[in-house]
């Protein structure tokens, strides 16, 4: 069965230093992996998906087959990237879902 | 606003009795998934449709708890006889058939007293 982790419940970051949110992956197919976050307040909405290889807000992640991870990374922390981010597997035409990371940015 | 809308936002409600959630998807998704999300948790799967045929559900989807999408468009989710466990936010999401990327409604946050 698929898995995703997300070791770090919470994550404070300093304004301007860099962001890494990690995520660990079990399947044993080819993944289609997903980041979502969810905004103070707003619903949850992707963010990226490792597919389209597109930098969002300045987050990019890299699909990682060895180490069988999808880590979240953004060079420069704003603090409006404060939010409760997800690690999302998909298979079977739905979502397995990571426990999330509260990530605050200190000004 | 084209997006997922979920009726209602909050519902209260006692232990034994029955509760219904509306969803209702952005028009042109022809997949609707609903999801669970308890405290500290990610959303946890509990099935989907495709137009109207129900093609999945989740082991955490007792017999207690039932889903329907009459027409290929809205969703309910009906849950009978509520436990104090099934209290937890309930979160609808459609999507095209051919591509992956789920929109989230705001969900309805069910309390069983």
């Known amino acids: 069965a698929q898995r995703v982790t997300q070791p770090e419940k919470l994550l404070s970051v300093f304004k301007g230093a860099p962001v890494e949110l990690k995520c660990n992956y079990s399947?044993?197919?080819?993944?289609?992996l997903f980041w979502y976050v969810q905004y103070s307040r707003q619903r949850l909405q992707l963010l990226l998906r490792?597919?389209s290889r597109e930098s969002i807000k300045g987050f990019t992640a890299d699909l990682n087959k060895g180490e069988t991870s999808f880590h979240l990374k953004k060079p420069f922390a704003q603090e409006e990237d404060s939010a409760m981010y997800y690690c999302?597997?998909?298979?079977?035409?739905?979502?397995?879902f990571g426990t999330g990371t509260r990530l605050t940015i200190i000004p | 606003d084209t997006g997922v809308s979920q009726d209602p936002r909050h519902k209260i409600t006692k232990r034994g009795q029955n509760v219904t959630f509306r969803c209702d998807p952005i028009s042109e998704h022809n997949r609707l998934y609903w999801y669970r999300q308890t405290l500290g948790q990610g959303p946890e799967f509990l099935t989907y449709?495709?137009?109207?045929?129900?093609?999945?559900k989740s082991r955490l989807l007792s017999d207690r708890f039932s889903a329907e999408r009459p027409k290929g468009s809205f969703s309910t989710l009906e849950i009978q006889r509520t436990e104090q466990g099934d209290s937890a936010m309930y979160l609808c999401?459609?999507?095209?058939?051919?591509?992956?990327?789920?929109?989230f409604g705001p969900g309805t946050r069910l309390t069983v007293l």
């Open positions: 399947y044993s197919g080819s993944p289609e």
């Open positions: 999401a459609s999507s095209f058939r051919d591509w992956n990327e789920q929109f």
């Open positions: 449709f495709q137009n109207e045929a129900q093609l999945e």
């Open positions: 999302a597997l998909s298979s079977n035409e739905k979502l397995t």
């Open positions: 490792h597919i």
